[in-house]
């Protein structure tokens, strides 16, 4: 599975836990604990099924908010 992670301060807090159909695709709703504006960055990870505490997989996508 796929984890969004929402980056503030270099910490990360997860967003939510999400998996991809065979072409591709995939949806997620965001879970922010705070304002997206409060979050610098994002990243996505690939990690165990039903995620993680922190992120321990390779990261797939990385951007600044």
Partial sequence: QYQLWLIEN???TSGGVFSVSEEGYGSVWVNSPQPL??????GVTIEPA??????????VLFGEL
């Fill in 37 to 42: 504006v409060e979050y610098s960055a994002f």
């Fill in 50 to 59: 039903g995620g993680s505490p922190g992120p321990t997989g390779e990261r």
């Fill in 10 to 12: 270099g910490e990360r």
